[in-house]
Every structure is written in structure tokens, then in C-alpha cells.
């Protein structure tokens, strides 16, 4: 119940990504002035879930990527920042937790429903860590295709201002955190945070949890990528480590390993289709994930949507 009610507020109020579910891209490029107001609206109106991970580390889930806080005499530590429209409500959750003052605002990746709140947070009194790239990406207009997105650069409120390129190690409230960026995967702009002592690991959009990925074609993207990066968080975690994906429910190593045997699958299947030489439509007629549907294929991408991403970034 706890997995459909997530699933269900992602799927109402996660940006155009979210919304996007099952419809067909076309149809949603007529929508989409409509889509990132509606998308700020719902989180407007979608309160904070808070789920205790250690003594001073907290899931928060609401509108938008899944975030974290850590709270402690060195200052809140954040990870994400939803849309714009959720900050008072996770200053509400945070106010509940601790009187700590704000300190550390880390972004996954650069994407509109991790980093809108991005501005409002800095002007609440957080520092912005991320990736080189998520600087650069937020600095510029973008868009994502698929959905018909067209995103302004953000205001200078927004953008991190502490950035590095392969790993940065931070030491806060007792605990030691790695970030680490990989290669591109759902974007180009991609880090996960590993907090050692917590032993919780926060992918990113590295990680749906229960639905196939949305992987970011526009941004570098790719699926061999996606399967890279997730061999690579498996080799640091262990049975105990709890993950925190981008999107749906609190999961572990198990079922990440189950995810990513997912991901290798449909894209050999895929690959072998693509190379014997049929086209992107031809090869999506063949459900190539068929198998996988049952399980992976009631979220926010349809398996033929999938198998389009898949094909186009092998
Ligand atoms: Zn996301
Ligand atoms: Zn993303």
C-alpha cells in the first residue's frame, strides 16, 4: 500500500515527466504550457512524507524526486529540492525535526523536478553542491523532447556554487559522505551520495523504483550508461544499505540488483534487434520488453516509449 500510495502521488504530481505516463509525446507537446504550472500546483498541494532512516537522517517524499535530510550542530544537509511549491511544506517537515540551521542543499542531477526549489532553498540560507554540469545545464535554457519541455535558465539563486567534476567527500554531522558523479547516464550531470555510517545510498534518477526509467537523451543520457552506473553503486553497497531512489519507494540492494538485471535485459534485447537492422519502429513492434511489463511497465514510461529510449541511445 505504502509502494501504490507513492506511486500514485509520483504519478500526479512528478513535473511532465510524471504526468507524461502512458500518453503519447505528441499529444503531450500541445500540453505543455499546462504542464510544469500543473506540476508546481500539485506540489503545492501534496504535504511531505518523512521516514526516519537513522538518527539524524530523514527520507522526505512529496511532489517531485525523492529528497533527504540530515540534521545535526553542523547544519541541515539536503539532498534535492522538488519544485518551487513544495519548499514551505518541506520547511514545515524540516521545523519538525530539528531547529538546526540550514547549511548543505546537494543536487542529484539538474533536472526541473529536483532542483525548482533550488532558488528558494539558497534564500532559506543553503549552499548549493552539485555537479560541474547541473551548474552549466541550470545556467542555460533546456528542454527535454520526449515531453515537450522547454525550461528558461534558472535565476542565479539557483545555481550551485560549489561544484566539482568526479568526487567530493564531506564530512557533516558526524557521518561521511561520498559524492560521486559517473558517466552519462540518465543525464550528464548525474552524482549519487553515500552516507557511510547512515549506510544509505541516494542514486538519484539513477534508480525508478518499480517502473521503467526516464532516461534524459537530450541531456547524454544513455542506457549502457544507466547500467554502468548501476554496477558501479552495487559494488559499494551491502544487504543492509537502504537506497533511496529518484522516483517510488525506499528500496535496498536487492532490489536495485533487480532493476539493473532489468535494464541489461531490454537492452540486449534491443541491441540484438537493432543490430540485425530493423528500424526504431520495427524494433518496438517487436515488445522487446514484453517479459519485463508485467513488472516494470505500469509507470510513468510505457514499454514502447522505453524501447524507443533504448534503442536510440545504444
Ligand atoms: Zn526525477
Ligand atoms: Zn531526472
Not at 542543499?105 to 552539485?130: C, K, P, Q, S
Not at 559499494?236 to 535496498?252: A, K
Amino acid at each position: 500500500m505504502l509502494i501504490e500510495m507513492n506511486r500514485r502521488s509520483f504519478l500526479r504530481t512528478s513535473l511532465a515527466f510524471g504526468a507524461a505516463a502512458t500518453i503519447a509525446p505528441r499529444t503531450l507537446f500541445a500540453q505543455k504550457s499546462d504542464q510544469l504550472a500543473q506540476a508546481r500546483d500539485g506540489a503545492a498541494k501534496t504535504p511531505i512524507k518523512v521516514t526516519k532512516l537513522y538518527d539524524n537522517l530523514h527520507l522526505f517524499q512529496g511532489a517531485g524526486g525523492n529528497m533527504a535530510a540530515q540534521t545535526g550542530p553542523d547544519g541541515i544537509l539536503y539532498i534535492d529540492s522538488s519544485f518551487a511549491t513544495a519548499i514551505p511544506h518541506i520547511k514545515e517537515a524540516l521545523a519538525g525535526l530539528s531547529h538546526d540551521a540550514p547549511d548543505t542543499l546537494i543536487n542529484t542531477h539538474f533536472h526541473f523536478d529536483h532542483t525548482d526549489g533550488n532558488e528558494a532553498m539558497h534564500a532559506a540560507g543553503f549552499h548549493i553542491v552539485a555537479h560541474t554540469k547541473t551548474r552549466q545545464r541550470l545556467s542555460a535554457p533546456s528542454s527535454v523532447k520526449l515531453f515537450g519541455v522547454d525550461l528558461p535558465a534558472s535565476p542565479a539563486g539557483a545555481l550551485p556554487t560549489t561544484t566539482f567534476d568526479h568526487a567530493m567527500h564531506i564530512w557533516h554531522n558526524g557521518d561521511a559522505l561520498d559524492l560521486l558523479h559517473v558517466e552519462p547516464a540518465h543525464t550528464d550531470t548525474d552524482i549519487f551520495i553515500h552516507f557511510h555510517k547512515a549506510d544509505v545510498l541516494h542514486t538519484g534518477d539513477l534508480w525508478f523504483n518499480g517502473f521503467y526509467p526516464f532516461i534524459d537523451e537530450g541531456a547524454g543520457g544513455c542506457i549502457d550508461g544507466m547500467i554502468k552506473a548501476g554496477k558501479h553503486i552495487l559494488t559499494l553497497v551491502s544487504g543492509t544499505t537502504r537506497l533511496i531512489p529518484g522516483h517510488g519507494p525506499l528500496g535496498d540492494k536487492a532490489g536495485f540488483q533487480k532493476f539493473n538485471d532489468m535494464l541489461s535485459g531490454v537492452r540486449d534485447n534491443v541491441a540484438k534487434l537493432k543490430s540485425a537492422g530493423l528500424s526504431e519502429q520495427e524494433a518496438i513492434a517487436k515488445k522487446p520488453t514484453a517479459s519485463f511489463d508485467a513488472d516494470w511497465g505500469h509507470g510513468m514510461l510505457s514499454p514502447d516509449v522505453f524501447t524507443g529510449l533504448v534503442y536510440r541511445t545504444l
